[in-house]
């Protein structure tokens, strides 16, 4: 079993910086894949990046590229997402997901969840 926790979620305004953290306990936490998916009221669940078990390669949804950043520290065992120059159509509920395998964008390929932070971005 692996517990994730995620934090840092809040209100900021549009083109606003929030750095979300997510940390792990239970397994090696280097031997998962990281994952954030946002889910917003009324839509399903929404791939926004990922990183290997190193770290060393990253994966992002178009809609976040170039203004999101994932990162880990496997020493700490967390794992941050780093949000830039945010937009309204940010604003959701952020969780982590950790995948025993390679990195993946599917969420139906993670094996564990945290609870979630809310994201709100004004306009």
């Not at 979300?20 to 990046?49: D, H, I």
């Not at 941050?80 to 945010?86: D, F, P, R």
């Not at 390679?102 to 932070?117: A, E, I, K, L, V």
């Amino acid at each position: 079993q692996v517990q994730l926790e995620e934090s840092g979620g809040g209100l900021v305004q549009a083109g606003g910086s929030l750095r979300l953290s997510c940390a792990a306990s239970g397994r090696t936490f280097s031997n998962y894949a990281m994952g954030w998916f946002r889910q917003a009221p009324g839509k399903e669940r929404e791939f926004v990046g990922t990183i290997t078990k190193s770290g060393g390669a990253t994966l992002y949804a178009d809609s976040v590229k170039g203004r999101f950043a994932i990162a880990r520290d496997n020493a700490k065992n967390a794992v941050y997402l780093q949000m830039n120059s945010l937009k309204p159509e940010d604003t959701a509920v952020y969780s982590c997901a950790a995948r025993a395998g390679y990195y993946d964008t599917s969420p139906n390929r993670y094996d564990y969840w945290g609870q979630g932070t809310q994201v709100t971005v004004s306009s």
